[in-house]
């Protein structure tokens, strides 16, 4: 089975940071969509960061641009995002998803993690 694994949410004040971490089994790493989505009470599920494990292409929320950076580490098959200058609208469930085509558009999310709180304050 394909099993995807969140680590890093929490808590933090406005400005901060916070790195989450993806780590994929069961499913071939190198030729992989791999990102996060997120999803606020309320509000609709967005697509935030994303990257194409074969070829290290990026995409991100024009929301996110600039504060969040995304990562991998094939050696352990995990995809990280850094959050910086953290924002309270920032706030919400982020949950990694993985799939094979629709890296540029949101469109990857065959498989789910169970999802991770991230919370920032004002």
């Known amino acids: 089975q394909v099993q995807l694994v969140e680590s890093g949410g929490g808590s933090v004040q406005a400005g901060g940071s916070l790195r989450l971490s993806c780590a994929a089994s069961g499913v071939t790493y190198s030729s992989l969509c791999m990102g996060w989505f997120r999803q606020a009470p309320g509000k609709e599920r967005e697509g935030v ?12 929320a024009d929301s996110v ?6 990562s991998q580490d094939n050696a352990n098959d995990t995809v990280y995002l850094q959050m910086d200058s953290l924002k309270p609208e920032d706030t ?6 993985a799939g094979w085509v629709g890296c540029g558009s949101w469109y990857f999310g065959s498989y789910w993690g169970r999802g991770t709180q991230v919370t920032v304050s004002s």
Request: hydrophobic share 35%.
């Open 49 to 60: 960061a994303a990257i194409y494990t074969g070829g290290g292409s990026t995409y991100y």
């Open 65 to 70: 641009k600039g504060r969040f950076t995304i």
């Open 92 to 97: 919400a469930v982020y949950s990694c998803a």
